[in-house]
């Protein structure tokens, strides 16, 4: 147990060490507000300045609370920030995606739920719809059960302000992403049926597995080639593959999770070139995303 007469030195490293416990939430917090690992990063390591100035002038009982709030705070300045420069963005923006094989998978059940499965590749794409006081209002309760007090603390406003946020959000949400179950052996499936077909070019095999309505974005970061607007339809969406198959040889495309679902990597000379999430819905998909962006792949790595 600590004791109020801290040294500096002791103080440092009862901070460090309760820091570094909470740290792995801290990163999912502020990864599912911002959309980027290196923004969340950022964030992170700015809290610990922070936390250690903080501590000096008063002794912070409650680390893991204390860090959370300063966390949220700065992660809602920064996508602020982010948001005027996303309008510049040359092209659709989309959010950096987490990349695993199985066995790099997080084997913490409480880590896969919050990591995985609640901040998707699909889920943060939605979340770029909300206003940065919505969706950080939706992140912090809904996603990491903060009380709406403490909410409010981060948001600025009062408690029934960011309940209002939060529902607003949640019925955004809602409406940007089917509510249809799938297993995720049957999402691996459709996605191995989809690259079957993208390697084959076989273009009647893609209209089989593609909703109807499919949308299909592309993120190139004004670096890469890559379509500016989205591609709707499954006709348009099945030639605009079979092309892009057409262009790129010497591929090796690989089956991994994307945000906890599976997905596509694709890699030249050992190299990651693209990122596909597929969101697939009732045995077929309704969203293909393509990052080729390079400053967006240069934290993905994959083992030969």
Request: charged share 20%; glycine share 4%.
């Amino acid at each position: 147990m600590s004791t109020p007469f801290e040294t500096p030195i002791m103080a440092e490293e009862r901070l460090a060490g309760e820091f570094s416990a909470a740290r792995p939430r801290l990163i999912r917090i502020a990864y599912a507000v911002v959309g980027t690992h290196a923004e969340a990063e950022d964030v992170v390591s700015d809290c610990w300045l922070r936390l250690v100035r903080a501590n000096a002038q008063t002794r912070i009982e409650d680390v893991g609370a204390w860090t959370t709030v300063a966390v949220a705070r700065h992660a809602l300045d920064s996508l602020r920030s982010a948001r005027v420069r996303r309008e510049m963005y040359v092209g659709p923006w989309l959010p950096e995606p987490t990349v695993h094989t199985t066995s790099q998978a997080p084997q913490d059940p409480a880590d896969r739920v919050t990591l995985d499965e609640s901040v998707s590749f699909a889920l943060l794409v939605v979340m770029e719809t909300l206003s940065p006081a919505q969706r950080t209002a939706w992140v912090l309760h809904d996603l990491f059960s903060m009380p709406f007090q403490d909410v409010a603390t981060v948001v600025g406003r009062t408690p029934a302000a960011v309940r209002q946020l939060a529902a607003r959000a949640r019925k955004q949400v809602a409406a940007g992403i089917p509510h249809i179950d799938i297993d995720v052996s049957s999402h691996r499936a459709v996605v191995e049926a989809f690259q079957a077909a993208a390697i084959s070019g076989n273009v009647d095999a893609l209209l089989t597995i593609l909703d109807p309505q499919v949308v299909l974005t592309s993120d190139g970061g004004g670096v890469v080639s890559a379509a500016r607007r989205p591609v709707s339809g499954a006709d348009k969406v099945s030639r605009f593959i079979v092309g892009l198959r057409n262009k790129v040889t010497q591929l090796d495309i690989r089956i991994m999770d994307i945000n906890g679902l599976p997905g596509l990597v694709m890699l030249h000379a050992g190299n990651v070139t693209a990122v596909v999430s597929l969101s697939v819905s009732a045995s077929t998909i309704s969203r293909i995303d393509i990052l080729v962006a390079p400053t967006k792949l240069a934290n993905v790595h994959v083992d030969a």
